[in-house]
């Protein structure tokens, strides 16, 4: 069994400041752990993924997170927010099977607004 | 936008229409998925299409009904739908093996 949650719903930033939007997961596999982001009336893009290699992971537009195995979290976080940032952000696990493919468990979303 | 497209972006219809979804993903992959987003709920999975062949049903009711001809192209026919049905659906795709999934840009239903 996985899950994931996300502790806020809206979080707000001003420009320029850091960005921290948080996620914790609980998985009974090794789990992938992956950030996607969602622009109004548009898809979700992949950000970033996790896979059992480096703890520290880059992803687009600066963002990065850290895989801390002993807090269960994966915690997604930028130095300098964008306007363009704004959007809501997904944190999912995969880990099981679902036919060939891995099963994917997302979060509820934390919707992020930028201000002047 | 993704190798994954979606048509139509937006779709209102009546509780007796019929219509379809389709999603076609240019990446290669092999693997397919039918997701639900409704305000306020996480992403719900619908189907899971593995080489053509249906692999999981996620108890979703019979007014739903996937195709998938083949790895590139996945149908939802609609019919007899609700109005609690209208949700954002979005299509996504995978290569078997691998975790991440790449989504579509989603067709927003609204059921009148």
């Known amino acids: 069994a996985q899950s994931v949650t996300q502790l806020d719903s809206h979080v707000s930033v001003s420009e320029g400041t850091p960005v921290l939007l948080r996620c914790n997961y609980s998985?009974?596999?090794?789990?992938?752990l992956f950030w996607y982001v969602q622009h109004p009336n548009k898809g979700l893009q992949l950000l970033l993924k996790?896979?059992?290699?480096?703890?520290l992971v880059k992803g687009i537009n600066g963002f990065e997170a850290e895989f801390k195995k002993s807090e269960t979290s994966f915690h997604l976080t930028k130095p300098s927010a964008h306007m363009s940032d704004a959007a809501e952000y997904f944190c999912?696990?995969?880990?099981?099977?679902?036919?060939?493919?891995?099963?994917?468990?997302f979060g509820t979303g934390t919707q992020l607004k930028v201000e002047l | 936008e993704t190798g994954v497209t979606q048509t139509p972006r937006h779709l209102v219809m009546g509780m007796t229409n019929k219509k379809s979804l389709k999603c076609e993903q240019h990446?290669?992959?092999?693997?397919m998925y039918w997701y639900k987003q409704s305000a306020k709920k996480p992403l719900e999975l619908m189907f899971v299409?593995?080489?053509?062949?249906?692999?999981e049903n996620n108890s979703v009711p019979s007014r739903f009904s996937p195709e998938c001809p083949n790895s590139s192209h996945l149908f939802l026919h609609l019919h007899t739908l609700q109005p609690e049905d209208s949700a954002l659906y979005l299509c996504?795709?995978?290569?078997?093996?691998?975790?991440?999934?790449?989504f579509g840009p989603g067709t927003r239903l609204t059921v009148l």
């Open positions: 996504a795709s995978t290569r078997i093996g691998y975790n991440e999934q790449f």
């Open positions: 998985s009974s596999y090794s789990p992938s």
């Open positions: 996790y896979t059992s290699a480096a703890t």
């Open positions: 999912v696990v995969s880990g099981g099977v679902t036919g060939g493919g891995n099963k994917l468990t």
């Open positions: 990446l290669g992959h092999n693997a």
């Open positions: 299409y593995n080489f053509k062949e249906q692999t």
